[in-house]
């Protein structure tokens, strides 16, 4: 009897890997299939001649790049945001929060980076309209909003990336500096965040990832299908996945489905390839910190 | 309030309790160790001697959890102060009161980086005196000889009798006057090991050195003296 | 003088943690006070009713349900799936294809959400459509079946994770005693990594309650109470989408807030268990 059971665990260890790779493979290549055929420079320009266009001579209509454009500038404030204050929180938490402190607000930012992303989508949009009402009327849902809100999203990512990365030191390293007469600040900079750099750093472009992919939070605040390339940050904008879901459900001829795979594509080539870097880069720093003169 | 030629004390505790979480670590202690000397502390694993080594340079005070009581008071620069009170900050007493870790540490730098790191975290800009106390340090850790043409070389590809010396010039650059060891040769082999008991000896004219060590033969071959732990009190000194 | 420094860096530091989780508790007043005054008309009407605006009912009881309904049955898909795929990762299959295996699992947490939407739409609902005959094939069944799959991966590293914790010492003596592989799975492993699985199947819950895309793209969005599988229906999340274009003041533009403060809570609550049980598990560790 308990050969049996031992036999069927092992047959449905297999099948089930059998079953997920299937599927992986399947919408891999499912979008490799259909959407590679349309990666070429039309997909991206449309019309327009791509020279003038990236020096923003000549708009794109019917072309990807002002969402890429878009998505790129969105990811950037997002990201110059959230960074600064992740950090210094994940100092705060690992370096200088007592035990009782520490676990209370762990306890917060796991619930912050539980909530779901179209509800941080719809505080910004309420945010919005509560600066929109009390402070200038000029404010409405825009790339600001946007990268605030997204800011919101990835900011436990970053803040539990650097304490897990600083925490994860050995207590000899910690104690090292501080023995030879370094204070707290110097053996922070001088020791610590040049040992941890591997996980923050790879901790920072899961965040970027994050950022690039999210559709929920940029539909509520401020995203829309065609505004060109953003002329402020406080205008509407443009993005990638955003567009991918308009074209899913508002597609109006066969090629623009087929932009919509194009898209697709491109979308997901651009989030393996932040994933794939920020494997690289954990490993290399480690190897780095280990071996730097 | 000076210290008189007779009084040679440089270090004098008085009813020393320590706490860890709710564990009472170190009851009561009181002790002096004298100057240019090489008190080693014996007794069994988790009798407190590495406990009481921190409680001389504060280095507790990173830990959450910990409390102590009581006195401590260190004859540094002339002056017998309580290194608790008064206005001495706890950077200028660590490069006072320095410490050799059981597991050579080297930071992940160059030798000659890890030696001046030190004199950096002390403010020291000048390059030419940083260089001429870091082949000061290494020449009084017996160690120059062996690094003076690879400065340059990661620390960690030292030996590790070679990396425990390095500590040692480490703590020595900024020139201390209490020297504090944990057990420095419990990962070295015999050689290293003896290479570090001479060194000892010959630092006891400079600087007063407590020494934790398990090996009673080395206790023997290097102590003045000998203060036994056993259960956070001391039974014999 | 280098004290003022350090003093200076540690209230910079205390001031950017008081800021983020300060953002936390204002998602929260945020959605209780846009929603108040759907609140104050009578907590359970608006949990119970349907929603039918024309006639006055905004409540918001058939998208709780498709929520609920929706996620417990990716769960039921993800679940077995992951368990197996855990399985061959840790223990069951040679050391180079379990590898390989893992590294795909890590990458496939790398794919946008609304690649798995898009995906699903083009790919998956004709084939439900073709198989059950009924309906546009936009429905409850295979929109569980996207979520689970985006859910899967999360769930797996996890509990290889919980796996790999079991400690070395049991694992050396299992062997020692002649066990092979899937008896120290079946023996050793999983009665000690009770704890972790449970928690990673209330993690992946949340995951799937809060997604938004998949339902939004695959669930069909209808409004009324569901009745079978193979219905159309609409989810808390999919809801805030749609109605965001509403008014403001109306009823209806404040009912979204409501499910916001549903799901906030919910998901409070399932990250307060999850605490409770790991804080349990590890003694008094933060």
Redesign the interface.
């Known amino acids: 009897m308990k050969r049996t059971g031992e036999k069927l665990t092992i047959w449905y260890s297999w099948t089930c890997g059998l079953i997920l790779s299937a599927a992986v493979f399947s919408i891999l290549a499912y979008l490799v299939f259909k959407g590679a055929g349309t990666l070429n420079m039309k997909l991206i320009f449309g019309d327009a001649s791509p020279l003038r266009a990236v020096f923003l001579q000549q708009r794109v209509f019917e072309g990807l790049f002002p969402a890429i454009v878009g998505t790129f500038i969105l990811v950037a404030l997002s990201i110059a945001f959230a960074l600064p204050i992740g950090f210094a929180t994940g100092i705060y938490l690992a370096e200088y929060a007592d035990f009782r402190v520490k676990n209370a607000f762990n306890l917060i930012f796991d619930i912050l980076a539980g909530i779901p992303s179209i509800v941080v989508g719809l505080f910004g949009f309420a945010l919005a309209v509560f600066l929109h009402k009390h402070y200038s009327s000029s404010i409405q849902p825009c790339l600001l909003i946007s990268s605030l809100a997204l800011a919101f999203l990835v900011l436990p990512y970053i803040i539990r990336t650097t304490q897990i990365a600083l925490e994860g030191l050995s207590p000899d390293t910690r104690l090292t500096a501080l023995a030879l007469g370094a204070t707290k600040l110097q053996n922070l900079f001088y020791v610590l965040i040049p040992q941890s750099l591997s996980g923050m750093v790879s901790g920072l472009i899961l965040a970027i990832g994050r950022c690039a992919e999210d559709t929920a939070v940029i539909m509520l605040t401020g995203v829309v299908v065609a505004a060109g390339v953003p002329k402020s940050a406080l205008a509407p904008y443009e993005a990638l996945p955003f567009y991918i879901y308009y074209i899913s459900s508002q597609y109006t001829s066969p090629e623009e489905l087929m932009n919509g795979y194009g898209a697709a594509l491109i979308l997901l080539l651009l989030c393996l390839f932040l994933f794939t870097l920020a494997f690289v880069i954990k490993k290399r720093l480690t190897y780095l910190a280990f071996y730097r003169p | 309030m000076k210290t008189t030629l007779q009084d040679k004390t440089k270090i004098q505790v008085e009813d020393l309790n320590f706490f860890y979480r709710d564990r009472h670590i170190l009851k009561d202690l009181t002790v002096r160790f004298a100057e240019n000397s090489i008190t080693a502390l014996i007794g069994p694993s988790g009798a407190g001697k590495s406990t009481f080594l921190i409680t001389l340079n504060r280095l507790w005070e990173n830990l959450p959890e910990a409390r102590m009581s009581g006195k401590v008071e260190i004859t540094l620069d002339g002056l017998r102060r309580d290194i608790y009170q008064g206005n001495l900050p706890v950077t200028e007493l660590r490069r006072q009161v320095a410490m050799v870790f059981q597991t050579p540490n080297p930071l992940p730098m160059s030798i000659s980086r890890n030696i001046a790191f030190p004199l950096k975290m002390a403010g020291n800009r000048n390059q030419e005196e940083m260089r001429h106390r870091v082949e000061q340090a290494l020449k009084m850790a017996y160690l120059w000889e062996e690094v003076k043409d690879r400065m340059n070389d990661d620390a960690r590809k030292l030996s590790g009798g070679q990396q425990q010396r390095l500590c040692i010039a480490r703590a020595l650059v900024l020139e201390p006057e209490v020297l504090l060891m944990d057990e420095p040769t419990s990962s070295l082999d015999s050689t290293a090991t003896e290479v570090i008991e001479d060194l000892l000896l010959e630092l006891r004219q400079h600087l007063t050195i407590l020494v934790v060590s398990h090996y009673l033969d080395q206790v023997k071959r290097v102590a003045d003296r000998v203060v036994t732990f056993e259960d956070g009190v001391i039974i014999s000194s | 003088m280098?004290?003022w420094?350090?003093r200076g860096?540690?209230k910079?530091?205390?001031?950017?943690?008081i800021?983020?989780?300060s953002?936390?508790?204002?998602?929260l007043g945020?959605?209780a006070f846009?929603a108040l005054p759907l609140l104050r008309g009578g907590l359970f009407y608006l949990l119970t009713e349907p929603w039918a605006p024309q006639q006055g009912l905004y409540g918001i009881y058939p998208m709780i349900l498709g929520t609920a309904v929706i996620s417990l049955l990716s769960l039921l898909f993800a679940f077995?799936?992951?368990?197996?795929?855990s399985?061959?990762i840790s223990s069951?299959?040679p050391k180079s294809l379990s590898a390989a295996?893992r590294r795909?699992?890590?990458?496939?947490?790398?794919?946008?959400?609304?690649?798995?939407?898009?995906?699903g739409?083009?790919?998956l609902v004709p084939v439900i459509r073709e198989l059950f005959q009924s309906g546009s094939g936009m429905c409850i069944f295979t929109a569980s079946l996207m979520l689970g799959?985006l859910i899967?991966p999360t769930m797996?590293l996890f509990f290889c994770d919980s796996f790999d914790r079991v400690p070395r010492s049991y694992i050396d003596a299992a062997d020692s005693l002649g066990a092979?592989r899937?008896?120290t799975?079946?023996y050793v492993i999983i009665p000690l990594a009770r704890k972790g699985i449970f928690i990673g199947v209330l993690l992946a819950f949340?995951r799937a309650?809060?997604?938004?895309?998949v339902s939004?793209?695959i669930a069909g969005n209808s409004i009324a109470t569901p009745g079978s599988l193979l219905d159309s229906v609409r989810t808390l999340?999919a809801h805030?989408?749609l109605v965001?274009a509403a008014d403001?003041e109306s009823p209806e533009f404040r009912s979204?807030?409501a499910c916001?403060l549903v799901?906030?809570l919910f998901?409070?609550v399932?990250?307060?268990a999850v605490?409770r049980l790991a804080f349990r598990e590890s003694g008094k560790r933060?």
């Open positions: 280098s004290d420094k350090e860096a540690e910079i530091f205390l001031l950017s943690t800021i983020s989780s953002i936390t508790l204002l998602i945020f959605m846009m077995p799936l992951s368990l197996g795929c399985f061959l069951i299959g295996f795909m699992v890590q990458m496939m947490t790398g794919i946008p959400t609304v690649i798995y939407g898009f995906v739409i083009f790919l799959v899967a797996i092979n899937a008896q799975l079946l949340g309650m809060g997604d938004t895309l939004l793209m999340t805030i989408a965001i403001y979204i807030f916001g799901l906030y998901i409070a399932v990250i307060l605490r933060a």
